[in-house]
């Protein structure tokens, strides 16, 4: 299978990178979760006490970036989530995670999961998948990990968090959140992570 590139975006807690991590384990392809990169960006200017949104502080984080910024455990939350989205509304950070991305991908081939691969990053890839569900759905989801976590949380709160991040990636004006023309929509608001899974490998090898 090698060479062969897998493209799966969608919104925020779609269920894409558990599904996107099967399907590169299935496919016997490497994975790479792309959220991942703007989150760490994310973090160091968050840790550096700045404002996620200043382009030049936050493009620095990105070229610094090392694989150890990849493995902290603080990559996730609010905090971080909000921090990822805004870092990632600056062009000259997606600019600067770009050559990574690719080279990642065009090494063996690969699943990679985010919100503008099969649109900017791999607009040539073999399959593109888009991952969907209701706003209801995902913020139940990503209360429910949260609560598996043992991390505190109001679901209202998570779904306002959603739907704000929602709104910024999607209104963004590079790489916006938005499906490929080519891609295959898939809903998974009334499949559980097992369907969701299993359709989504139905669809890939019906391209490969
Ligand atoms: O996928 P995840 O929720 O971890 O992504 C965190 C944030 O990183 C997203 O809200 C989005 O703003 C940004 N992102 C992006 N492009 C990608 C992957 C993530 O803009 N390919």
Do not use: C, W
């Not at 490497?30 to 760490?40: H, I, V, W």
């Amino acid at each position: 299978m090698t060479g062969i590139v897998v493209a799966v975006d969608g919104p925020a807690a779609a269920g894409k990178g558990t599904l996107a991590r099967r399907l590169a384990a299935a496919l016997n392809l490497p994975y790479l979760d792309t959220g991942l990169l703007y989150r760490a960006v994310g973090r160091r200017v968050l840790d550096a006490g700045a404002d996620p949104r200043d382009a030049a502080l936050a493009e620095a984080a990105a070229r610094a970036l090392t694989p150890a910024d990849l493995d902290r455990t603080d990559l996730r939350g609010p905090m971080a989530d909000m921090a990822a989205s805004a870092v990632a509304a600056i062009p000259a950070v997606r600019a600067a995670l770009l050559d990574f991305q690719r080279s990642f991908g065009r090494a063996r081939g690969a699943v990679l999961d985010g919100r503008d691969i099969g649109t900017v990053v791999f607009p040539e890839a073999r399959v593109k998948l888009y991952v969907t569900a209701s706003v209801e759905e995902r913020a139940r989801r990503r209360f429910l990990e949260l609560q598996g976590r043992g991390v505190a949380a109001d679901l209202s709160q998570v779904e306002a968090e959603i739907r704000g991040r929602d709104a910024q990636d999607a209104s963004r004006p590079v790489a916006p959140l938005k499906p490929a023309a080519d891609a295959i929509l898939l809903d998974t608001t009334n499949l559980d992570a097992e369907a969701a899974f299993a359709a989504a490998l139905h669809l890939v090898r019906g391209r490969l």
